[in-house]
């Protein structure tokens, strides 16, 4: 709050207005701070895929073992199949009942668009237990 002018002696009574224009320009440069900084809390996105640590799957349910190696080659239960008989026998394992787990091993150089197809051929068919099977984490020696 301010007082009145010091050089009239008489006039002693205290501003009753309020100064706007301090806390104007304080929430402008806040404004301005936000606006510089909020993009750069949105577009910083890194991705580092960790290990997997978990206990295993002991479930006694039936379920489909489907490797995928760096190259991108199916392997059904062990055994090399093509696009086509893969979607076959998805289709195939989507009509039993109960419906199959499918244990994805994908190699870590596996492409991103490999396990998409495969996904995707698996939720057509109707397969929606998916799981991927990892290796434990091994700690480092000491």
Request: proline content about 8%; cysteine-free; aromatic content about 4%.
């Amino acid at each position: 709050m301010a007082f009145g002018n010091a050089r009239t002696p008489g006039n002693t009574q205290p501003m009753t207005e309020i100064n706007i224009i301090p806390l104007v320009d304080v929430m402008l440069v806040l404004l301005v701070i936000f606006i510089i900084t909020a993009p750069l809390l949105t577009n910083a996105v890194k991705i580092n895929l960790p290990q997997a640590s978990s206990m295993p799957n002991v479930s006694q349910a039936a379920n489909i073992q489907l490797a995928i190696d760096a190259k991108g080659q199916e392997f059904w239960n062990g055994e090399p199949i093509d696009a086509a008989t893969l979607a076959t026998r998805l289709h195939d394992a989507g009509q039993q009942n109960p419906v199959p787990e499918l244990h994805l091993h994908a190699d870590r150089l596996t492409t991103y668009d490999a396990l998409a197809d495969v996904m995707t051929e698996a939720s057509k068919a109707g397969v929606t237990k998916i799981g991927f099977v990892t290796q434990p984490q091994t700690s480092p020696q000491q």
